[in-house]
């Protein structure tokens, strides 16, 4: 036994996910421009992983203790491109449709069990947002929270 | 030495290596004061009456073979519990005492990983208590092995009691072994002192105790194996001379 944390399956759970509409990206599809994308949600490659922590929890050495990771991933979803299709009047509430799908997809993700668990966490940040390339978009970020036994 | 991290901590319960199930623990050996104070004294004053001794470590939940589950859910179970402090260097402190086990209480929240509760480990059968001793050995093998001469930290010979723990953790599933303590005054010539019953087949532990004796200052352990397979037995062997002694 040694001491383990896998982002990938993680990733991959949420690339998974059934939001109708969306295209979910993993960490290896990170979109550097969304211009003909959107809607669409991806992993933040600026600080996607944070608040990392590994907190050992019983005796043991060498990879045989038992240890809790916990971290958080950190996903920007964006909708469409500021001013586009005639304004927010008539983006702002399908925007927020998706928003809730999204979260609800999360939350009701039961693909990874067992020794994970993970969580919706926050909205840090909600409209105005820059893809890769720097181009403006009406976004949110959200945060997924992560527990690894490992 | 200053400070020791209690992380290489080793935690035996019959047999059962629970290490790293064990998120901490906590053993008491209590001198059970009576009270003797007089009219005319001018603080409270004490004396020892019959000790107690219990240990209480918590655990996480696991139900594989060998795991937390089978070794601790049976509540009144009666054996050994050995604490190994800073780990299973042969030389270093131990603490044993017989025990029967008093509670089972798993408990979670959705939030958290199982866990078993924390389990009370009570003193239990003829012995005093709390039997601090030396790790003697603490590995595996898969052929006769002979240990180190461990030196008793008095460096001479005593008439006292004596006893040992031993603890099979990893059954060889084919040889058997004759496990058996050794003393010596000058760590050359060595003479039977001690010997077990357990043959290495199963996971469980033994205590052995010789009511009282000459005993020499170096103790070393000696399996001798009987079959060819060259299974591994995984194995700890503790020793204790004097009540409470080190």
């Given at each position: 036994m040694s001491l383990s944390v896998d982002f990938q399956s993680i990733t991959g759970a949420i690339k998974n996910l059934s939001v109708p509409g969306v295209s979910i990206k993993d960490v290896y599809e990170v979109p550097e421009g969304t211009l003909l994308t959107t809607p669409v949600l991806f992993p933040r490659p600026d600080n996607f992983i944070t608040g990392f922590n590994v907190a050992i929890e019983t005796?043991?050495?060498d990879g045989t203790e038992q240890a809790t990771a916990t971290y958080t991933?950190?996903?920007?979803?964006?909708?469409?491109t500021l001013g586009s299709m005639g304004g927010l009047l008539y983006t702002y509430a399908a925007f927020l449709t998706n928003v809730e799908k999204i979260i609800e997809a999360i939350m009701n993700?039961?693909?990874?069990?067992?020794?994970?668990?993970v969580r919706f966490g926050t909205i840090p940040a909600m409209g105005p947002l820059n893809d890769n390339a720097g181009n403006q978009y009406l976004g949110c970020d959200f945060t997924i929270m992560v527990e690894e036994y490992t | 030495m200053?400070?020791?991290?209690?992380?290489d901590g080793v935690i035996l319960v019959n047999g059962y290596a629970l290490s790293t199930y064990a998120l901490n623990y906590e053993t008491n050996a209590d001198a059970g004061k009576i009270d003797v104070t007089g009219f005319t004294d001018g603080c409270q004053n004490s004396i020892p009456g019959l000790p107690t001794a219990n240990i209480t470590t918590e655990l996480f939940w696991d139900i594989d073979a060998d795991k937390t589950w089978t070794a601790l859910h049976t509540i009144g179970t009666t054996g050994q519990v050995s604490i190994l402090p800073q780990g299973g260097?042969?030389?270093?402190?131990?603490i044993s005492m017989p025990f029967t086990s008093i509670n089972f209480n798993p408990h979670g929240s959705p939030s958290e990983a199982i866990k078993c509760g924390s389990i009370l480990f009570e003193n239990y059968g003829t012995g005093t208590g709390m039997e601090f001793g030396d790790v003697l050995y603490h590995g595996t093998v898969t052929a006769s092995t002979?240990?180190?001469?461990?030196l008793d930290v008095s460096n001479a010979a005593a008439t006292a009691t004596c006893g040992a723990v031993l603890h099979i953790w990893t059954a060889s599933t084919a040889d058997t072994y004759a496990f058996k303590i050794q003393d010596s005054a000058d760590d050359?010539?060595?003479a039977d002192l001690l010997t077990f019953t357990l043959n290495g087949s199963a996971v469980t532990s033994e205590r052995v105790v010789v009511a009282s004796g000459s005993i020499d200052k170096y103790r070393k352990i000696v399996a001798t194996r009987t079959g060819a397979a060259a299974t591994p037995v995984g194995f700890t062997i503790i020793f204790w001379r004097g009540v409470n002694a080190a």
């Amino acid at each position: 036994m040694s001491l383990s944390v896998d982002f990938q399956s993680i990733t991959g759970a949420i690339k998974n996910l059934s939001v109708p509409g969306v295209s979910i990206k993993d960490v290896y599809e990170v979109p550097e421009g969304t211009l003909l994308t959107t809607p669409v949600l991806f992993p933040r490659p600026d600080n996607f992983i944070t608040g990392f922590n590994v907190a050992i929890e019983t005796f043991g050495f060498d990879g045989t203790e038992q240890a809790t990771a916990t971290y958080t991933l950190n996903y920007r979803y964006l909708h469409c491109t500021l001013g586009s299709m005639g304004g927010l009047l008539y983006t702002y509430a399908a925007f927020l449709t998706n928003v809730e799908k999204i979260i609800e997809a999360i939350m009701n993700d039961d693909t990874i069990t067992g020794a994970t668990n993970v969580r919706f966490g926050t909205i840090p940040a909600m409209g105005p947002l820059n893809d890769n390339a720097g181009n403006q978009y009406l976004g949110c970020d959200f945060t997924i929270m992560v527990e690894e036994y490992t | 030495m200053a400070k020791a991290s209690a992380k290489d901590g080793v935690i035996l319960v019959n047999g059962y290596a629970l290490s790293t199930y064990a998120l901490n623990y906590e053993t008491n050996a209590d001198a059970g004061k009576i009270d003797v104070t007089g009219f005319t004294d001018g603080c409270q004053n004490s004396i020892p009456g019959l000790p107690t001794a219990n240990i209480t470590t918590e655990l996480f939940w696991d139900i594989d073979a060998d795991k937390t589950w089978t070794a601790l859910h049976t509540i009144g179970t009666t054996g050994q519990v050995s604490i190994l402090p800073q780990g299973g260097t042969a030389g270093y402190d131990a603490i044993s005492m017989p025990f029967t086990s008093i509670n089972f209480n798993p408990h979670g929240s959705p939030s958290e990983a199982i866990k078993c509760g924390s389990i009370l480990f009570e003193n239990y059968g003829t012995g005093t208590g709390m039997e601090f001793g030396d790790v003697l050995y603490h590995g595996t093998v898969t052929a006769s092995t002979t240990g180190t001469g461990i030196l008793d930290v008095s460096n001479a010979a005593a008439t006292a009691t004596c006893g040992a723990v031993l603890h099979i953790w990893t059954a060889s599933t084919a040889d058997t072994y004759a496990f058996k303590i050794q003393d010596s005054a000058d760590d050359s010539t060595y003479a039977d002192l001690l010997t077990f019953t357990l043959n290495g087949s199963a996971v469980t532990s033994e205590r052995v105790v010789v009511a009282s004796g000459s005993i020499d200052k170096y103790r070393k352990i000696v399996a001798t194996r009987t079959g060819a397979a060259a299974t591994p037995v995984g194995f700890t062997i503790i020793f204790w001379r004097g009540v409470n002694a080190a």
